[in-house]
Nanobody, 115 residues
Framework: QVQLVESGGGQVQPGGSLRLSCAAS????????LGWYRQGPGKQRELVAG???????NYADSVKGRFTISRDNAKNTVYLQMNSLKPEDAAVYYC?????????WGQGTQVTVSS
């Protein structure tokens, strides 16, 4: 059974930082493309950042220079370091894993950015 379990969400003030983690099980983690998506209130789910099995990364323009995605294949975990958070970053963040058309989602973790 495949599971993606996110953690690390919470409330932070504007300008603050959070690190999200997503622990995977039931997949050959190192072969998967991994991503973080988010969905804010009344908005569509959007890709925030992705990382290939080779370590290449891609980011939404809105988070470039502030967010960093990384993976630890030994721990079957993908991370999203979020710095300089803005109120518009508030959303439910979802972990995503894809390999050859087989994709999986985590349950989401809430990030709130407010003073």
């Amino acid at each position: 059974q495949v599971q993606l379990v996110e953690s690390g969400g919470g409330q932070v003030q504007p300008g603050g930082s959070l690190r999200l983690s997503c622990a995977a099980s039931g997949i050959i983690f190192s072969t998967y493309y991994l991503g973080w998506y988010r969905q804010g209130p009344g908005k569509q789910r959007e890709l925030v950042a992705g990382i290939s099995r080779g370590g290449s990364t891609n980011y939404a323009d809105s988070v470039k220079g502030r967010f960093t995605i990384s993976r630890d294949n030994a721990k079957n975990t993908v991370y999203l370091q979020m710095n300089s958070l803005k109120p518009e970053d508030a959303a439910v963040y979802y972990c995503y894993a894809d390999w050859s058309g087989s994709d999986y989602w985590g349950q989401g973790t809430q990030v709130t950015v407010s003073s």
